[in-house]
């Protein structure tokens, strides 16, 4: 769906005029397209404490991005990087101030801030309130970045999957994700044979993947090596067959929240696959009413399929053969899990609890031949369903983040597609929001 105000203001003469009023100018993001370069500059490296943590500068460079020294008022950044892993005290946090002050004025269009902190351990409650405070300084200067710039915190506990992260974050597969902390963790995370198809001789099962978000999943996930099986109810049994055409993939007719929806899913898996690799559950409806009119059967059916469905066929893959070891487990949560949405306490519930979910459940997935379970939390993104909504209310809820636009389906299906992949194998129970840093939500 096309955003004509985004369009408008990007042309030359809506540019001049959208300048002249002060009207909001969205840019056009940088997404990934196949042989591109990773970055559209070079990359500025800093450290709070003087010297870059060591091998950061040969792994930026080995990742395909140009590290440039020495350092004029006339460059231009794709990406400036900010190793603060060594910041223990609240004086240390003025290096931040120091490394970004006129350097992000020299950032190129859709350009990209990362920060590497340290987690928070409790072992030091100064060290933890200077670390934390990363945080809250990145989330802000997202909000201050311009022309589609974003910036976000990578807070390395392990090295594992550092690499994945970088390339990720760095690239246009990453347009939409911004203000966001990342905890990478201990993990195997191998690197791919081939980065361009780090998901090759991967089997993965998609739920809800007739149209939309689940669609594009779908989509990325095929383009990135992935064999895919794309499920769905029968009752969209056309529209799920164009989907799996389309990208060499085939089909599942299942309702995930029927009574041998996990036993189905199963025994199909046994018949046609040697074990599964990847499963997204994207699977899910909105049955939207005020708490106070909402009917059981609308309370009902959301909780079955948004939430009670993940719960038991993940119970039932880890129950079985059927799992593969390194397995990626990645579900669909909302930024209405996070901040609440009027008339939607159903289906923030279950948002909710797609959240609880992976937290506890990352311990049984990790136990399981180093698997990872983790969410994506999209914002608003123009699907079909948003197309529906009346065109004031639409164009509001499209200017409500950093980035002042919806994002797209290819947006969620990017970062499902990197949590999917071997490489982030040290990101496990955790939620990535892709919402361009919504305003509304922690």
């Known amino acids: 769906m096309s955003d004509r ?23 056009v993001l940088r997404r990934y397209h196949s042989g591109d370069p990773l970055l559209p500059a070079p990359v500025l490296l800093g450290s709070t ?9 040969e792994l930026v460079a080995g990742i395909g991005a140009e590290v440039r020294v020495p350092v004029t008022d006339e460059d231009r950044w794709g990406a400036l990087i900010l190793d603060a892993t060594e910041v223990t005290s609240p004086a240390d946090l003025g290096g931040l101030r120091t490394f970004f002050s006129g350097r992000l004025r020299q950032l190129v269009p859709c350009g990209r801030v990362l920060v590497l902190g340290t987690p928070p351990d409790g072992a030091d409650v100064t060290a933890d309130a200077a670390r934390q405070a990363l945080d809250g300084i990145v989330r802000s200067l997202a909000k201050e970045l311009q022309r589609g710039a974003t910036a976000n915190l990578l807070l390395v506990e392990d090295e594992a999957s550092l690499e994945s992260a970088l390339r990720f974050f760095l690239s246009g597969k990453a347009a939409y994700v911004d203000g966001q902390p990342v905890r990478l963790g201990a993990g195997l995370a191998p690197a791919p044979a081939d980065w361009d198809l780090p998901l090759a001789g991967k089997t993965a099962l998609v739920t809800g993947a007739a149209r939309g978000i689940g669609a594009a999943i779908a989509g990325v996930l095929a383009r990135d090596g992935a064999r895919v099986i794309a499920a769905d109810l029968s009752q969209a049994g056309e529209a ?16 995930v929240a029927s009574a041998d929806g996990p036993e189905r899913l199963l025994t199909h898996l046994a018949a046609h696959t040697d074990g599964l690799d990847i499963l997204i559950h994207n699977a899910g409806i909105t049955r939207d009413k005020l708490l106070a009119n909402m ?19 993940n119970a039932a893959l880890l129950a079985s053969d059927q799992l593969r070891d390194q397995a990626r487990v990645v579900a669909l949560s909302s930024t209405t899990g996070l901040s609440g949405n009027r008339g939607q306490t159903n289906y923030g519930a279950t948002k909710a609890g797609v959240i609880g979910m992976v937290r506890s459940a990352a311990k ?5 031949g180093n698997s990872t379970i983790n969410a994506v939390a999209p914002g608003f993104i123009d699907t079909e369903m948003t197309a529906k909504m009346p065109l004031a209310t639409r164009e509001v809820a499209r200017r409500l983040s950093s980035l002042q636009q919806a994002g797209l389906p290819i947006d969620v299906a990017e970062a499902v597609s990197w949590l999917s992949s071997p490489g982030a194998g040290g990101i496990n129970g955790q939620v990535l929001r892709v919402c361009g840093q919504n305003l509304v939500g922690a």
């Open 5 to 27: 105000y985004l369009d408008l203001v990007n042309s030359p003469i809506g540019s001049a005029f959208a300048a002249r009023v002060g009207l909001p100018r969205p840019a």
């Open 49 to 57: 404490s003087g010297a870059a943590r060591p091998g950061l500068a």
């Open 240 to 255: 799920l067959a164009k989907v799996a055409n389309s990208i060499g993939g085939t089909t599942l007719h299942l309702d």
């Open 295 to 313: 009917k059981p059967e609308q309370w009902d059916s959301v909780i079955a399929v948004n939430l009670e469905s993940q719960l038991r066929i």
């Open 364 to 368: 049984a997935f990790a136990e399981h």
